[in-house]
């Protein structure tokens, strides 16, 4: 089962729905901010559900690779930054309900192109991008205190 | 003496690519990693959404706007090689030698370069008009070259 090439070929899936997930959710974050006025909101956000497949890719492989070398993020002792790692996960999931739980989902549909996006909108964005940034963080500093920088 | 051996002798002695292999410190090279991580990932995410895009996905969206994008693309694209260079630095002799190294560096030069060439001809793109052949052919190779670069740099670990 463990053949050399299995744990690059689920970090490459890994990393490929990764990259889906940051291409959709990157530009939907920073043109609510302002970047690219021109691209329409409501059909960006029509991208969400390939947003989703990709986290699933991603969360599917991180689970494989979770399981063929447990002890480096769970321990014990528990890795730190997993963890964190996870923590940032389920908080960016509330952030995503609170956008679609209070309306701001729609609000953002509303708004035409060249406009700009309410504050609100932009605080929900804006943690989004943050808690992103942290993920990839932890996702380093749980390589580094596994020993495998 | 061969180019590599002076500049692996100059590493081998920089105060500060010591600091940075000998360093257990969180904020030495998994800093360093962490920059470039998540200028690739941003930057391929955004070129593959491009892509798609170009290559007849999303159809709901206009051409022409991403141009705008780009801007962050390239800022994403000088995080990802700074970091890169910093971190070729570190261990040069090792990294040069590995095999998947030089296809990986080649994906990374031919996805910058389609960058580059696919910003103008987007930029120009009229509204309602289709996407050229060249265009999608473009697009199409900066798709395989940056996926191509990702799984060439996971693979390179193991190889």
């Excluded at chain 1, 990709?54 to 969360?59: C, E, G, N």
């Excluded at chain 1, 790692?85 to 999931?93: E, R, S, T």
């Excluded at chain 2, 265009?135 to 996971?154: D, N, Q």
Aim: aromatic fraction near 12%.
């Amino acid at each position: 089962m463990n053949s050399w090439w299995v744990v690059p070929l689920c970090k490459t899936i890994h990393y490929f729905g990764i990259a889906g997930l940051a291409g959709i959710v990157g530009l939907l974050d920073l043109r609510i901010f302002g970047v690219a006025k021109g691209l329409p909101l409501r059909p960006l956000q029509r991208l969400m559900p390939w947003a989703v497949v990709s986290f699933l890719i991603a969360a599917a492989s991180g689970y494989v690779l979770l399981r063929i070398a447990p002890a480096s993020a769970l321990g014990p002792p528990l890795n730190i930054a997993f963890a964190a790692k996870i923590l940032f996960l389920v908080l960016i999931g509330l952030n995503d309900i609170l956008y679609f739980a209070t309306g701001l989902k729609r609000q953002v549909d509303a708004v035409g192109v060249g406009e700009s996006t309410s504050a609100s909108a932009k605080i929900v964005a804006g943690v989004s991008i943050a808690l992103w940034i942290g993920v990839v963080y932890w996702s380093r500093v749980l390589t580094f205190l596994a020993g495998a920088i | 003496m061969h180019i590599v051996d002076i500049l692996q002798q100059w590493s081998e002695n920089n105060a500060f690519f010591i600091w940075l292999r000998e360093s257990s410190s969180v904020f030495a090279y998994p800093m360093v990693f962490f920059i470039h991580t998540l200028g690739l990932i941003f930057t391929a995410g955004a070129s593959v959404l491009v892509d798609a895009r170009l290559l007849g996905a999303a159809r709901q969206l206009p051409v022409a706007p991403f141009a705008r994008y780009f801007a962050a693309i390239w800022i994403g694209i000088a995080f990802t090689v700074m970091s890169g260079v910093v971190m070729l630095g570190a261990d040069i002799q090792t990294k040069l030698q590995n095999r998947l190294f030089p296809p990986k560096m080649l994906c990374v030069v031919a996805a910058i370069a389609l960058t580059a060439a696919l910003r103008t001809r987007i930029a120009s793109t009229r509204p309602e008009a289709d996407v050229s052949p060249l265009v999608r052919a473009l697009a199409a190779a900066s798709l395989i070259c940056w996926l191509g670069a990702i799984a060439l740099g996971k693979f390179a670990v193991y190889f």
